[in-house]
């Protein structure tokens, strides 16, 4: 798996940053834009930087509904091919924004998308996140983790083990839960972000605008 952090309130070396979260996600085969940030010139713009192309997109996964990351759906999806749109339910109005560009799904249970790749579904009503299988185990990707990043663990170890979590973690403080996670990347909105770095110096990484996670 490989995941690079295209949108974030921790600026990049020349790349455009702002209060929001995107992520591209390699995995299986599949390419997956995990959210859209806050704003869609910015993100295309760090994209083309990165050598990222929108047409390759196969996937759209939004976490929820805030406009810190969905803000730059309508930009990207004039640049995609009909890629397959995964939204939690309660963001029923982001179907007007796809028609006609991309395949809307709605999610409210936990489901398979793709071999090894799933949604814990819509937990507590307002979050989904993403889950993807590695070799050392599954990694949890995270928009702002508003159902509790305990939850969000929790739910996911149906699916197996969780080897690590990326994305924003929001004002979560039970840092006992990441105890025995692997792999950690506090980013967005993550108010503990110092401390989950210095409580965990040898599985927390620092988390930016361009940064690149391979697992």
């Known amino acids: 798996m490989k995941?690079?952090?295209?949108?974030?309130n921790e600026e990049g070396k020349g790349l455009e940053n702002g209060w929001g979260f995107s992520?591209?996600?390699e995995v299986h085969g599949k390419k997956i834009l995990f959210d859209?940030?806050?704003d869609g010139a910015a993100l295309l713009n760090n994209m083309k930087k990165l050598s990222i192309n929108p047409k390759e997109i196969d996937m759209i996964f939004i976490s929820h509904g805030h406009g810190d990351h969905t803000g730059g759906l309508s930009a990207v999806l004039q640049e995609t091919e009909n890629p397959r749109l995964y939204i939690p339910a309660s963001a029923s109005m982001l179907?007007?924004?796809?028609?006609?560009?991309a395949e809307v799904v709605k999610v409210s249970e936990s489901m398979e998308i793709s071999k090894g790749i799933w949604s814990t579904g819509e937990l507590r009503g307002i979050e989904q996140s993403l889950v993807v299988s590695t070799e050392k185990g599954n990694v949890i990707i995270?928009?702002?983790?508003?159902?509790?990043?305990?939850?969000i663990i929790e739910s996911a170890k149906k699916f197996g083990k969780v080897y690590g979590v990326i994305g924003g973690f929001h004002g979560f403080s039970k840092?006992?839960?990441l105890e025995g996670v692997d792999f950690i990347v506090p980013c967005h909105?993550?108010?503990?972000k110092l401390n989950i770095l210095e409580k965990f110096p040898k599985t927390a990484s620092k988390c930016k605008t361009g940064s690149v996670f391979e697992i």
């Open 175 to 177: 840092l006992e839960a």
């Open 189 to 192: 909105c993550t108010v503990n």
């Open 3 to 8: 995941c690079t952090i295209l949108y974030d």
């Open 36 to 38: 859209t940030g806050g």
């Open 23 to 25: 992520a591209y996600i």
């Open 95 to 101: 179907e007007k924004i796809a028609e006609g560009k």
């Open 142 to 151: 995270c928009g702002c983790s508003h159902p509790g990043l305990d939850v």
